[in-house]
């Protein structure tokens, strides 16, 4: 069963520095967990079909208009049909004034009251991208993850193959690490995934014989970056002589993870291979094929030969 994530008030007051004008509450313990917010515009004017009460909603400057020209009555039931439904918050935006009333059924049906300086449009935009990020469903993977030329790399294989010796000489040779051995990974949108570290691990690298290192400290903060979204899966493991891997790179083996496809490569391990330099190479060319560009496909067109690609994807969903 998928996990709802929740993230509190007090967060998202934080993020927006959003003026708190009443709050039942600690705010730390309010959790917000609906991704969709809502500008009860038909809801003012009676219309309640649909309704999410668990949405943030949002007072802009239509609303506040089409409030400021009905009568004092119908205005105090109209808000007080929308404040019943118990929402998570009601924001203003503009630096709007407040009615009175407002306040008065906020305190009554404990519905905390906040006001922000930006424009209705900029706001929800932010709103829904803080929203969508921080409630992406999401999965923990064993690996890597560095950004090679601008390419989020996820680094895979067994404990001891050599993933974080790799990563280490890639920061050496300028590329940025995101998170080593626990990766976070989350679902931001239906075609992408964004990977980060967990708090109390960020930066940090295990190298055997040395033993744990920080990489911010030890390279600097142009060596670490903190979020970095998943292009390229790549799998390292021990050298097999039986196994025969591709040479080509015709056919195209994806990864899907939390239903999302990412290519995927297998590197295999042996001494004598200059794994950093090979990670460059797979990101540059993965770069490239997205861009429209395929080496292996103009060699077969080039030697009059027809290439038939085809498509693999393993799921990683349980992995």
Request: hydrophobic letters at 40%; glycine letters at 6%.
């Amino acid at each position: 069963m998928a996990e709802n994530f929740k993230v509190s008030l007090q967060k998202v007051i934080e993020e927006f520095q959003l003026e708190v004008i009443y709050v039942h509450k600690d705010a730390e313990t309010i959790m917000i967990d609906e991704n969709d917010i809502n500008r009860p515009g038909l809801q003012l004017m009676g219309f309640y079909e649909y309704f999410n009460p668990e949405r943030i909603q949002i007072i802009g400057k239509m609303e506040f208009a089409y409030l400021s020209t009905i009568d004092e009555k119908t205005r105090r039931e109209r808000l007080e049909l929308l404040f019943a439904q118990r929402l998570p918050a009601l924001i203003i935006t503009r630096e709007l004034p407040y009615f009175g009333e407002m306040l008065e059924l906020a305190k009554e049906y404990e519905v905390p009251l906040l006001r922000s300086k930006e424009s209705t449009s900029n706001f929800m935009s932010g709103l829904i991208a803080f929203l969508n990020l921080n409630l992406a469903p999401r999965v923990t993977r064993h690996g890597v993850l560095i950004e090679i030329y601008g390419e989020g790399v996820f680094i895979t294989g067994e404990s001891g193959v050599g993933k974080s010796e790799t990563a280490i000489e890639l920061v050496k040779r300028g590329h940025r690490l995101v998170a080593d051995d626990a990766v976070e990974i989350r679902k931001v949108s239906n075609i992408s995934l964004v990977g980060s570290s967990p708090d109390n691990i960020r930066h940090f690298l295990e190298l055997r014989g040395i033993g744990i290192i920080n990489a911010r400290r030890l390279f600097g903060i142009g060596a670490v970056k903190m979020t970095e979204k998943l292009d390229l899966v790549v799998n390292l493991e021990q050298w097999d002589k039986e196994k025969v891997y591709d040479r080509m790179g015709i056919d195209t083996e994806y990864v899907s993870l939390l239903g999302v496809k990412i290519p995927s490569l297998t590197i295999p391990v042996k001494p004598g291979r200059n794994l950093a330099v090979i990670l460059e190479v797979a990101a540059m060319n993965n770069r490239q094929k997205k861009m429209g560009y395929n080496a292996a496909a103009e060699l077969m067109h080039r030697l009059g030969m027809e290439s038939d690609p085809k498509e693999t994807v393993r799921n990683y969903d349980n992995f």
